[in-house]
């Protein structure tokens, strides 16, 4: 299996990899608060170890290939903030993914991958935004892997295969808290005790569940107004096989979509977020709606205007 960091190599020995067997893979996640019992490095262990994750699978469902880990990018938007969150303008976050993808395409690289931990709308248009650029300028597959699905894992369309998989249904607190879930609850919290336990605060098996309608959801920072602790869900009921399941959920759906990119199978554009549709989410947007806008007031302003008197001779 052949699975190499971009780091530890000589660019010499990165320029005799075989472009077209090739897959580099980047993980793209902010650093971010989540709750008094998770560190705030949740979201770049996700997206790293799902980044290895398909590296290793891909190696051994395809020999000859190599997968290429380049170091993780702690960068990201749309983020509660709290001590340690470090958080970018949507426009850097997106504009610094399609420079690192650029530089990679044009040293030949055909497959650009990116893994990402992060839910925020404004981070998740921003990935797909940079992976359009590059593919458009390049001629390349770049893709943000985690979008589409992380939207269908929050909607709990695949709560069924997490129970395949986990061996047995879901008790009615599990379900009801997986609905409800969005940041440093149920899943997180699992996932944490799964890959890195030593980082979560044995606290988490007292905190009461965080739930907010959709209205408080729609307030900047809600998890951490009035008495809230920064999270949403129910993180006293994580258990690490929830996790251990759900990730080889994810994984096997990542690794469709991934052969169908390396395949020709699929565009790269084709599982974008949800989000990428919305048009005010789009990073360009607002300075584009200004400048329209702007543009048609001096317009009215213009035909306003009474009409000028010529001079009497």
């Avoid at 469902?61 to 903030?81: K, Q, V, Y």
């Avoid at 300028?137 to 998989?165: C, I, P, Y």
């Avoid at 919305?278 to 048609?296: E, I, M, Y």
Wanted: glycine share 8%; net charge neutral.
């Amino acid at each position: 299996m052949t699975v190499r960091r971009l780091e530890e190599m000589s660019s010499f020995e990165i320029d005799r990899l075989d472009r077209e067997r090739t897959v580099v893979l980047l993980a793209v996640s902010p650093l971010e608060e989540h709750g008094p019992h998770l560190p705030v490095g949740v979201d770049a262990f996700t997206a790293r170890h799902l980044a290895e994750s398909v590296a290793e699978r891909l190696v051994a469902a395809r020999p000859g290939w190599t997968a290429l880990l380049a170091p993780t990018l702690h960068m990201g938007s749309f983020a509660f903030h709290a001590p340690g969150t470090v958080t970018m303008r949507q426009r850097v976050v997106r504009d610094a993914v399609a420079d690192y993808g650029d530089s990679l395409a044009r040293a030949g690289f055909r497959f650009i991958l990116l893994a990402n931990g992060h839910g925020g709308p404004g981070h998740l248009v921003a990935l797909d935004e940079a992976s359009a650029i590059v593919s458009r300028r390049r001629g390349v597959v770049m893709a943000s892997l985690t979008g589409a699905l992380a939207w269908h894992f929050l909607r709990s369309d695949l709560l069924s295969r997490v129970e395949a998989e986990l061996g047995r249904p879901l008790t009615e607190g599990e379900r009801a808290a997986a609905t409800g879930d969005s940041h440093a609850g149920l899943w997180e919290t699992s996932l944490m005790l799964w890959l890195r336990p030593e980082l979560v605060d044995p606290a988490y098996r007292d905190l009461p569940p965080a739930r907010y309608s959709l209205p408080e959801r729609l307030r900047p920072n809600y998890p951490l107004r009035g008495d809230g602790q920064g999270y949403r869900g129910a993180p006293a009921l994580a258990d690490p096989a929830l996790a251990r399941a759900a990730a080889e959920v994810l994984l096997r759906e990542v690794l469709r979509v991934v052969d169908d990119l390396l395949d020709g199978r699929a565009r790269p554009g084709r599982e974008r977020s949800p989000f990428f549709h919305v048009l005010p989410l789009r990073t360009n947007f607002w300075p584009a709606a200004a400048l329209a806008l702007g543009g048609l007031a001096a317009w009215l302003w213009y035909r306003g205007r009474p009409p000028s008197r010529e001079a009497n001779p």
